[in-house]
């Protein structure tokens, strides 16, 4: 069983940065990629950024330029770090990992919440 655990969630003031991790476990996987949505209340959720395991990353229009992500294939974990946060990015971040096991599906994390406010 694969699960993603997220960590790396808090209260940051606006212009200020987070630094989100999240961590594929299990045995028996293959990642082909991971990204990063995001929920605020009432809203649906939105695909922040992604990266494949290659290396090849792609950002939604709206945190370009602030956030960034990574990844280390060898840790099987992605990285979303983000400055200049507006309280507008305030939501709860989900990992998402598109996986080989005995089938290629897509898991998510649970969630961590990241709250932009003075």
């Known amino acids: 069983q694969v699960q993603l655990v997220e960590s790396g969630g808090g209260l940051v003031q606006p212009g200020g940065s987070l630094r989100l991790s999240c961590t594929a476990s299990?045995?028996?996987?293959?990642?082909?990629?991971m990204a990063w949505y995001r929920q605020a209340p009432g809203k649906q959720r939105d695909w922040v950024a992604g990266i494949t395991r290659d290396g090849t990353t792609n950002y939604a229009d709206f945190v370009k330029g602030r956030f960034t992500i990574s990844g280390d294939n060898a840790k099987d974990t992605v990285y979303l770090q983000m400055n200049s946060l507006k309280p507008e990015d305030t939501a709860v971040y989900y990992c998402n990992a598109d996986l080989f096991t005995y089938s290629r599906r897509s898991y998510w994390g649970q969630g961590t919440q990241v709250t932009v406010s003075s």
């Open positions: 299990g045995s028996g996987f293959s990642i082909y990629g």
